[in-house]
């Protein structure tokens, strides 16, 4: 190796490193898959979908016609190749599909999420992982999506929207802080940690500039206290998938053991995952068995290098008595008796609300103006800082309601009784900010594409007044045409 501060863009340091875990016959083939452009995938939206074969396969056709690969360990997710550009499509940004690199869809899989569970995301944006979990909750449980940082809380919030998840809160806490306002509570977390990120490099050659001989151990120190935390939340019973994109032992298995250590409470149990290898066996903790967690490779999957373990703790849920917490409802109190009198009249004229039935009272909280309905199952939550407190309701101001593009985007057409299905023209006009011509009923309307929500209107009459964010206009490929 030579003694050179990078080789061929990569610090040289790391590469030495690869070369000591690897051995020299793999190693070469690694180094050899650095110099190849990463793979990209996507996975569809089965919330708003339903994933059928039929309805998948007309999506594919439209947004990565080139696509004839599946991603082997998540189902209805493709690999796809330039020129196919399916994040400039309508079909994205009304939440028919995630982009996501490949790898990164392995860890929620391993979770064994099941509906009506309640589960944590710890460290959760973009979304990614975050909407694989919400498509297995089906709707039912609750699902908190944590992101310390706000900028990176923003956009998971947003892109929760896009994909019409009913049953998130999104927060924008520390896991201390969690911890302390939730106790035990959750069936099932997902530790995707921060990271050194060596298994991205590839991808984002910005993080090589940014890596240090020192970067492993700050991250392995984070990690354990955020570990800490999650278990802390987690039911006796429960599961923690702790995931990293980095190769560093000290971040993986040296992590793993020491959680394990501090931590007798907790078993590693098995998994198989096509295309890993065991983990490497910890110097410093050899009594544990980290030939359970798996190492994702570059050379070996189409995919870029991640780290997977799972964690089990022993005992059952029903040991745990639920705390019940005499916290004062200051800024989560519902709507006052007027709002929501006004607020019912309106969801009554249009909705179906057999299908859409109108939200109890004591089930709404409001933040400012903004009336949300959490998850059933989310306890008050007052003192924290929430980007998403469920599904997001609207407005009333001025005796007027204004429902939410969150609320257009979570709602099925057969669930509202106005709706316009727009013409591929008029679809290109709403989209990028335009009315729509229509004598037809006066009142909010619901307008779709191809039977998939993109949005509400107001109809006076005359013309349909658009209603879709004006952060989120934009023109697309005229050649767009419907499914």
């Not at 001989?213 to 935390?229: E, F, K, P, T, Y």
């Not at 879709?468 to 050649?479: M, T």
């Amino acid at each position: 190796m030579p003694e050179t501060k990078e080789s061929f863009g990569w610090p040289a340091e790391l590469l030495l490193r690869m070369q000591e875990l690897l051995g020299d016959a793999s190693y070469e083939d690694y180094r050899e898959s650095l110099s190849e452009k990463g793979w990209q995938a996507l996975r569809f939206n089965g919330i708003k979908t339903g994933c059928g074969e039929q309805l998948t396969g007309q999506l594919r056709n439209a947004v990565i016609p080139c696509s004839t690969q599946q991603v082997p360990w998540e189902e209805n997710a493709w690999y796809y190749e330039l020129p196919d550009t399916p994040g400039k499509t309508v079909w994205h940004d009304i939440g028919l599909f995630y982009i996501q690199e490949p790898s990164a869809m392995i860890p929620v899989p391993q979770m064994g999420v099941q509906p009506g569970e309640r589960v944590l995301d710890l460290c959760a944006a973009p979304g990614g992982k975050t909407a694989q979990i919400a498509q297995r909750l089906s709707g039912n449980g609750l699902l908190v999506s944590n992101e310390p940082y706000p900028e990176r809380a923003l956009v998971l919030s947003q892109n929760a929207e896009r994909l019409g998840i009913r049953n998130v809160v999104v927060t924008n806490e520390m896991p201390d802080r969690l911890l302390a306002h939730f106790g035990v509570f959750f069936d099932r977390i997902l530790v995707d940690a921060p990271c050194s990120g060596e298994g991205m490099m590839r991808r984002h050659p910005e993080v090589r500039g940014e890596w240090t001989s020192g970067v492993n151990a700050m991250c392995a120190a984070r990690q354990r206290d955020i570990l800490a935390c999650a278990a802390g939340m987690l039911k006796p019973g429960g599961t923690i998938i702790y995931s990293t994109c980095t190769f560093a032992p000290e971040e993986n298995e040296g992590t793993i053991a020491e959680f394990l250590s501090d931590h007798p409470d907790f078993t590693l149990e098995s998994l198989d995952i096509p295309g890993s290898t065991p983990g490497y066996r910890c110097a410093a903790h050899p009594e544990y068995p980290m030939e359970k967690t798996v190492r994702i490779w570059p050379h070996l999957v189409r995919g870029e290098g991640h780290f997977v373990a799972r964690l089990k703790k022993t005992g059952s849920a029903e040991e745990v008595s639920e705390m019940r917490r005499g916290r004062k409802k200051d800024r989560s109190s519902g709507p006052d008796k007027a709002s929501y009198q006004q607020l019912c009249a309106a969801w009554e004229s249009l909705f179906d609300t057999e299908k859409m039935p109108v939200p109890a009272k004591d089930r709404l909280v409001c933040f400012g103006d903004t009336i949300w309905l959490p998850p059933e199952g989310m306890r008050d939550p007052a003192g924290l800082k929430i980007r998403r407190c469920g599904l997001e309701i609207g407005a009333v101001k001025k005796g007027r309601v204004s429902f939410s593009h969150a609320l257009a985007m979570a709602c099925t057409p057969e669930e509202v009784g106005n709706v316009y299905a727009m013409s591929a023209e008029e679809t290109l006009k709403w989209m990028n900010g335009e009315t729509i011509p229509y004598a037809g009923e006066k009142g909010c309307v619901l307008m779709t594409v191809s039977g998939f929500p993109a949005g509400f209107g107001t109809c006076d009459g005359r013309q349909i007044k658009n209603h879709y964010p004006k952060g989120l206009r934009r023109r697309y490929d005229p050649s767009f045409a419907l499914l």
